[in-house]
């Protein structure tokens, strides 16, 4: 069995995304999304902070919740990241998985991969494919399935920060890869989800529950996860 389905073995996982100010700011809109009954919540930086202090902030916040938590440090890459972050860290994320759709060998992958082993980390994998702002990639089918292998979650997003992406290719993915989970990480609201449910996995979500940049709104928080839970049953 996949690591992920061991840790989230329920048919659609939310995870909110908290844009990390300082602590206070984060351990507010944590419990924002406990309470709304979110499966566990992702810690990235987006500036305010830098990485070393996100991965401190990570590592207390994580110590103090008994809530599933994950981190994304963007000002670092995969093999950095995985050597930085410790062997205890529930989750890393990626913007960039480094597959390469247009061929067999992965040499960048693998070097992730071997970040990995060397630190000794046991955590969830979530990798960005066909990832916004990231290289192009012309067949989104063929990165999903290269990707395979190469991480727990394979994680996609819209064309841009808070950009819905196109539920076509969020299907076509999701058909490469089968039983392997796929994540959604932008564009996605309350009002919209419907239309992922029969593909993604697991949604990872900011600014479609929050009402600003750094603070979550727990209305839409409770609204996006209630909907998810019905769709489910």
């Known amino acids: 069995m996949n690591p992920y389905r061991t840790v989230f073995p329920q048919r659609h996982t939310v995870l909110p995304i908290l844009h990390v100010v300082d602590r206070e700011q984060a351990q507010r809109n944590l419990d924002i999304a406990r309470e709304a009954g979110a499966d566990g919540a992702f810690l990235i930086s987006h500036g305010r902070v830098s990485d070393d202090e996100l991965l401190e902030l990570y590592a207390e916040l994580r110590a103090a919740n008994d809530f599933w ?3 994304n440090c963007l000002g670092l890459g995969g093999d950095e990241v995985f050597r930085r972050v410790g062997p205890h860290a ?15 060998e992965q040499p960048a992958a693998r070097r992730v991969q071997q970040a990995q082993q060397e630190s000794g980390w046991r955590g969830l994998y979530f990798g960005g494919v066909a990832f916004k702002y990231q290289r192009p990639v ?11 292998g190469w991480m727990d ?15 076509h290719k969020i299907r076509l993915m999701k058909q490469a890869i089968g039983n392997q989970p796929l994540a959604l990480a ?30 979550l709104d727990p209305a839409r928080t409770r609204d996006l996860v209630r909907i998810v839970r019905a769709w489910s049953k």
Do not use: H
């Open 69 to 71: 938590l994950g981190v």
């Open 153 to 167: 979650v394979i994680t996609t997003s819209g064309p841009g920060t808070g950009q819905a992406a196109d539920p």
């Open 90 to 104: 529930e989750g890393v994320w990626t913007d960039d998985a480094l597959i390469d759709e247009r061929g067999s």
């Open 138 to 148: 012309r067949d989104v089918a063929a990165a999903a399935r290269r990707a395979v």
């Open 186 to 215: 932008s564009g996605v609201t309350p009002e919209n989800v419907t239309e992922y449910l029969p593909w993604a996995d697991c949604f990872l979500v900011a600014t479609g529950i929050s009402y600003t940049f750094e603070e």
